[in-house]
């Protein structure tokens, strides 16, 4: 290809109209099901195998500077993309339709979970539900685990970010700091065991002809001005609701917890959602009672039943938190702006990370340093979401758990009488469903949902 014709098309999408992209987008965000992993899959498939708008290497590019950033790798991914293609109303469009269809869905089901959650039919079928999503994070950490932990010290950091965050409570950012900076060393010393794991989305790896070429457009070269005015622009954006709700409401008020807490998740959410879902779930259970631990396991199946990032289950938390708490406002009216209000702060920052660090970052893609920061984090989030699998077990298999406070430990034991029968089958039909036949994830969640109502229509629970 041409790049002269590239370059000089650069302002109009590379030769692709604004409402093609749209069209193609909205196709992405509908088919944003299955995880960051089947995400990133579909967008491959049709940005660089059909569409040939990116070729295999910029595409790869792309997402290894999106594994740097706290947030969804895939929405990010998205909106790097779309940025490319059309400047930033692209990745506007690209970023915001990834998540729309998640927005809509999770607040129609949480409208529905909260007016006819203790209803028996909604009951038994998030029963059914909850059983699969166990499986699912259990298959979660075996996928992650074959990819990341490709010799004895990345098993070795794994298994200690397991032992931190599960007995002895350790801050989730603490390890992810931690295991970066022991990555960081590794790498600068010539360890060869912190090279990154690369990324198998290519088949046979061959070169694609692409629209966007290798050429470097405008707009995507960096510029100190333009810099200065997008962050300024972003962070008004992403800050100034969280300031004003501070100032007017006080820290003590439950939106401005919601803005505060989850602003703070979005700095840290490395590693992908089922990482820092362990931290959210402990800290909105145990610290801000916002949802009990059955709640927060309803909220990932919703999650994981609708399309785009799983990390859109931090609307539920909001929604719910409100609802409980709605401070003079109807609950409806209240749960509504709460979960608005925590998809806001969450997801403004990756906009942010992506139209004002990208023309930057890129240069760090061969940076041997924060190659083996990533991996070493990775290892480290395989730990952290056995410690969610664990977590989850617990209030999912069992009726009643036993706080262990007993300094330096701290953690949840199993009171192995109150054992759900019913659920423990389930869960074993679920991952027999997802280990041994190789079924698919909305499969088996449709399958437990069915049979979560089959066991109360029959009495069983």
Not at 2 to 27: K, Y
Not at 46 to 52: A, G, N, R, T
Not at 252 to 268: E, P, Y
Not at 403 to 419: E, I, M
């Amino acid at each position: 290809m041409d790049t002269r014709n590239v370059q000089a098309g650069a302002d109009a999408g590379h030769g692709v109209s604004f409402n093609e992209a749209f069209r193609v987008w909205l196709r992405v965000a509908s088919l944003s099901f299955g995880g960051p992993a089947g995400q990133i899959a579909v967008m491959h498939r049709i940005l660089v195998e059909e569409k040939k708008w990116i070729s295999e290497g910029r595409f790869l590019h792309a997402l290894n500077y999106c594994m740097l950033l706290p947030g969804p790798e895939a929405q990010q991914l998205a909106t790097y993309v779309g940025w490319l293609m059309h400047r930033t109303a692209g990745g506007l469009m690209a970023g915001g339709l990834f998540i729309l269809p998640g927005i809509i869905a999770i607040m129609g089901l949480s409208y529905i979970y909260a007016a006819f959650g203790n209803v028996s039919f909604v009951e038994a079928l998030f029963f059914g539900l909850k059983a699969a999503v166990l499986a699912i994070v259990v298959e979660a950490v075996v996928r992650v685990g074959k990819r990341a932990l490709k010799n004895r010290i990345m098993i070795a950091l794994a298994a200690a970010a397991f032992v931190a965050i599960f007995f002895f409570a350790v801050p989730f950012p603490i390890i992810i700091i931690a295991a970066g900076l022991i990555g960081y060393a590794g790498a600068r010393a010539g360890r060869p065991e912190f090279a990154p794991a690369g990324h198998g989305h290519g088949g046979n790896g061959a070169a694609i002809d692409s629209m966007l070429g290798e050429a470097v457009p405008d707009h995507v070269r960096p510029n100190t001005a333009r810099t200065i005015r997008v962050g300024a622009v972003w962070l008004a954006l992403w800050l100034v609701p969280v300031i004003a709700l501070l100032v007017v409401l006080g820290q003590a008020n439950v939106f401005s917890q919601i803005a505060l807490f989850f602003s703070k998740m979005s700095l840290v959410t490395f590693g992908g959602a089922y990482a820092v879902l362990a931290y959210v779930a402990q800290q909105a259970v145990e610290h801000y009672h916002w949802l009990k631990p059955h709640e927060m396991l309803d909220g990932l199946g919703m999650a994981e039943t609708t399309p785009g990032p799983l990390i859109m289950v931090l609307q539920f938390v909001g929604f719910m938190a409100a609802y409980r708490d709605p401070s003079g406002l109807s609950p409806m009216l209240a749960a509504t702006l709460g979960g608005l209000l925590a998809t806001w702060v969450t997801f403004t920052p990756c906009f942010l990370w992506i139209f004002v660090g990208a023309p930057y970052i890129e240069r760090l893609r061969g940076n041997t340093g924060l190659a083996g920061a990533l991996s070493a984090i990775t290892a480290a989030v395989v730990g952290v979401i056995l410690n969610l699998s664990i977590w989850f077990a617990l209030h999912t298999l069992f009726r009643e758990t036993v706080p262990v406070h007993a300094f330096p430990l701290a953690f949840d034991r199993p009171v192995l009488t109150s054992v759900d029968v019913p659920a423990l089958v389930l869960s074993i039909a679920a991952a027999t469903a997802i280990f041994r036949f190789k079924l698919g994830m909305l499969t088996v969640l449709a399958g437990s949902c069915a049979a979560g109502v089959a066991l109360r229509l029959a009495g069983v629970i």
